[in-house]
Nanobody, 114 residues
Framework: QVQLVESGGGLVHTGGSLRLSCTAS????????IGWHRQAPGKQREFVALISPFGTTNYADSVKGRFTISRDSAKSTVYLQMNSLKPEDTAVYYC????????WGQGTQVTVSS
């Protein structure tokens, strides 16, 4: 059974930083494009960033220049370094393929206070 596990969220002040991690059991990320998504209260889940098996990245306009996605193939882990956080970044963050083809994990809560 595939299980995605996100971690690293927390409460930070505006301008702070967090590093999220995503691991999986039941599958390996190797050879897959993996993305981060987020869902704020009362809003639909939205795309944040993705990274291909070759390291190609893509970001939502709202996070460009502030967030960096990376992967460690040896650990089958995908990271999201979030800097210069804003209150509007507050959301539950999830990892999955860009199309959400895997079972969604519980996510990790990121709260940015003003």
């Amino acid at each position: 059974q595939v299980q995605l596990v996100e971690s690293g969220g927390g409460l930070v002040h505006t301008g702070g930083s967090l590093r999220l991690s995503c691991t999986a059991s039941g599958i390996t990320f190797n050879g897959r494009t993996i993305g981060w998504h987020r869902q704020a209260p009362g809003k639909q889940r939205e795309f944040v960033a993705l990274i291909s098996p070759f390291g190609t990245t893509n970001y939502a306009d709202s996070v460009k220049g502030r967030f960096t996605i990376s992967r460690d193939s040896a650990k089958s882990t995908v990271y999201l370094q979030m800097n210069s956080l804003k209150p509007e970044d507050t959301a539950v963050y999830y990892c999955n393929t860009p199309g959400g083809s895997l079972s969604w994990g519980q996510g990790t809560q990121v709260t940015v206070s003003s």
